[in-house]
C-alpha cells in the first residue's frame, strides 16, 4: 500500500519562503511526482512536476511559479521524499498542497497525500 505524508506548511508573510516535504512509502515503481494546489471549491492544479526515465531527470513547473520555486527528489530506504523549495512567496500561492505520485507500470494509479497548508500574508 503506497502512503503519501506531507509537511511543511505553514502561515508565512509575503516575501518568505517555505519548504514542502512529502515522504512517499511502500511498494511501487514511479514514473513522476508532484505537488499540486487546490483552491477551495477548485479542482487541483499542477505546480511542479518531476519524471524520471532512466538516467534523465525533467521538471515541469506553473508558469506562475518558475524562477521561485524548485521541485526535487530524494530517495532512501524504502521511502521516496519530493521537496518544493518556495521561494519568494507571494499571497496568491495561498492553498492546500498536494503531493502525488503517479506508477509507472499498468495497472497505472495516481497516489494522493491529504495535503498541506500554505497560507502568506501580506
Known amino acids: 500500500q503506497v502512503q503519501l505524508v506531507e509537511s511543511g506548511g505553514g502561515l508565512v508573510q509575503a516575501g518568505d519562503s517555505l519548504r514542502l516535504s512529502c515522504a512517499a512509502s511502500?511498494?511501487?515503481?514511479?514514473?513522476?511526482m508532484g505537488w499540486y494546489r487546490q483552491d477551495p471549491g477548485k479542482p487541483r492544479k499542477l505546480v511542479a512536476r518531476?519524471?524520471?526515465?532512466?538516467?534523465?531527470?525533467?521538471?515541469?513547473?506553473a508558469d506562475s511559479v518558475k524562477g521561485r520555486f524548485t521541485i526535487s527528489r530524494d530517495n532512501a530506504k524504502n521511502t521516496v521524499y519530493l521537496y518544493l523549495q518556495m521561494n519568494s512567496l507571494k499571497v496568491e500561492n495561498t492553498a492546500v498542497y498536494h503531493c502525488?505520485?503517479?506508477?509507472?507500470?499498468?495497472?497505472?494509479?495516481?497516489?494522493w497525500g491529504q495535503g498541506t497548508q500554505v497560507t502568506v500574508s501580506s
Open positions: 502525488k505520485l503517479e506508477t509507472k507500470y499498468p495497472p497505472y494509479r495516481d497516489y
Open positions: 511502500g511498494s511501487m515503481s514511479i514514473n513522476a
Open positions: 518531476i519524471i524520471t526515465g532512466g538516467s534523465t531527470i525533467y521538471a515541469e513547473y
